[in-house]
């Protein structure tokens, strides 16, 4: 089993729609989540990140974490073709150097003009 | 600002011959990681240096693979002799201290046939 599931659609959306992205991880031992952007023949891009449970709000992105369930969603708003992109949750269980992030395979979202 | 810079952006080769994958990070960012990216397996962390020594190797796949990184603003990725398995599009990232985001280059396109 995978410490970090995703699923890897494809999820097309139309626009102005609301997207929810979602992962699951088994080990308790995270605290630190991340979502990175992934544009077609690029390299990842943080778009957020948040320490332990809670709800992180930037724009129209919000990063939700629930430590319990071991769940972690990122939420669009008012979607725009532009956010078509492939999506990757990420986790590690510190900050320091000598923490590891472990990706998920990433969801590619689709934006129907 | 020059962003992480890697070469060559594409590659392909034949099944025994050495390649060599090339990493400039952003001026000034202590650490550098170097990741493997396929549809199967995802984003996964080969190596990373911190201040130019390697930390943690262990997702170095065998012994084929080696990494170096003699100065501050140059790494390279060897892969000998390399095998078709190989392909995959290899990632460099670099980040200034443990407490930030890392910055990832736009990758190389590996091809082996």
């Known amino acids: 089993q995978k410490e970090v599931e995703q699923d890897p659609g494809p999820l097309s959306v139309p626009e102005g729609a609301i997207v929810s992205l979602n992962c699951t991880y088994s080990?308790?031992?995270?605290?630190?989540f991340m979502w990175y952007r992934q544009y077609s023949r690029k390299g990842p891009e943080l778009l957020m990140y948040?320490?332990?449970?809670g709800n992180k709000e930037d724009g129209r992105f919000t990063a939700q974490v629930d430590k319990s369930s071991k769940y972690i969603s990122l939420f669009i708003r008012d979607s725009q073709p532009s956010d078509s992109a492939t999506y990757l949750c990420?986790?590690?269980?510190?900050?320091?150097?000598?923490?590891?992030?472990?990706f998920g395979s990433g969801t590619r979202l689709s934006i129907r003009p | 600002d020059a962003g992480v810079i890697q070469s060559p952006r594409h590659e392909v080769t034949e099944m025994g011959q050495e390649v060599t994958l090339r990493c400039k990070p952003i001026?000034?960012?202590?650490?550098l990681f170097w990741y493997r990216q396929t549809m199967m397996r995802g984003l996964e962390l080969l190596i990373y240096?911190?201040?130019?020594?390697?930390?943690?190797d262990s997702g170095m796949p065998e012994d084929r693979f080696s990494a170096k990184m003699p100065n501050a603003s140059f790494s390279t990725l060897k892969i000998q002799p390399s095998e078709p398995r190989d392909s995959a599009v290899y990632f460099c990232?670099?980040?200034?201290?443990?407490?930030?985001?890392?910055?990832f280059g736009d990758g190389t396109r590996l091809s082996i046939l």
């Open positions: 948040t320490y332990s449970s």
């Open positions: 990232a670099s980040r200034v201290t443990a407490d930030q985001p890392q910055h």
């Open positions: 080990n308790s031992a995270f605290q630190y």
């Open positions: 001026s000034g960012h202590n650490s």
């Open positions: 240096f911190n201040n130019n020594v390697p930390i943690d």
């Open positions: 990420a986790m590690s269980r510190g900050y320091s150097s000598a923490s590891k992030i472990i």
